[in-house]
């Protein structure tokens, strides 16, 4: 097949070509790289089923694929609070190009949604049928209500245009070719770790999330949209092991043998209280569940980072 991957320039999407490509299929990575990086993608380059295109999704485009992967979006606090007017424009124009596209070339399209579409919840796990605690005119708001109108808009193209779609809610996923600069917790933790800096936790560190490696959300990515049972999502996929952050900061303190110490800061606006997906839906119709614990993954990680360190 040739398949579109958005935003595949980033953390995720770079995962995700190069898994794609490893089945043998052709592959066109469309990026800004506002977020995202060539470096991720460098090893992919000489593969002559594989394409690069540098475009912006709020502009429309047309290529002939059999499938997209919706990913493009900054998907760390950071990053989406840099730009919240054009974080809005990539989820929503985005998705709608994406959309328009899929209708048209009638291409099969997947939507990279999050669980930021809960909000801060207040079910525990997070379960499918739960609408959420989404604050509309917060800072976190021009990603979760993006999001949320893209899982509308993927709907209503499905209803009112026939268009194959399928939604999956990511929880928070990790791995190697996190950026450096991102500050999310994974990659800011490794790294004050590696340094033996201090351990920024936010709050008092009860908040709680539940990590997923990121072979595992692809696995599951792949599985969804090439499950042909009619099941279309939205389907969370996510690890439901759920630690505090400060458990969490204690762990990369133990694994890297570091001797940062712990400092508290203040708890950044609407920040999640807790989250834990509930992932019934994906055992039972993707045959979907995660396979690699915390410590080995958050192992293949923090050599990624200290390599990269290493190499400068
Ligand atoms: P990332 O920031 O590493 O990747 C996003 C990619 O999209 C980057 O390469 C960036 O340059 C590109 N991009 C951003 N705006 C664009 C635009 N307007 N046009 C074209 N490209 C654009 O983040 P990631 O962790 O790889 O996330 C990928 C997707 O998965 C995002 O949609 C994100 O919302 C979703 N997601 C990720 C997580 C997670 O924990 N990693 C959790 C929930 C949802
Ligand atoms: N966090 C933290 N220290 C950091 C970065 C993040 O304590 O240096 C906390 C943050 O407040 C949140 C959790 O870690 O409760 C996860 O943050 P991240 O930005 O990775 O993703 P989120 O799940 O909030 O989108």
Redesign the pocket.
Known sequence: MRILV??G?????SHLCERLLGEGHDVIC???????SKNNIIHLMDNHRFELIR????EPILLEVDRIYN??????PV?YQYNPVKTVK?SVM?AINMLGLAKRVKARILQ?S??EVYGDPHVHPQKEDYWGNVNPIGIRSCYDEG?RVAETLMMDYHRQNNVDIRIIR????YGPRM?EN?GRVVSNFILQALRNEAITVFGEGQQTRSFCFVSDLIEGMIRMMENDQGFIGPVNLGNPVENTILEFAEKIVTITGSSSRIDFKPLPQDDPKQRQPDITQARQKLGWQPKVDLETGLKRTIDYFAARRTRG
């Open positions: 958005t935003g320039a980033g953390f995720l999407g469309l990026d800004n790289f506002f977020t995202g475009h912006d999704i709020v990913l493009a979006c900054p998907a760390s990053h990539t985005g990279a999050t669980s999001k990511i929880f928070n996923t950026a991102d």
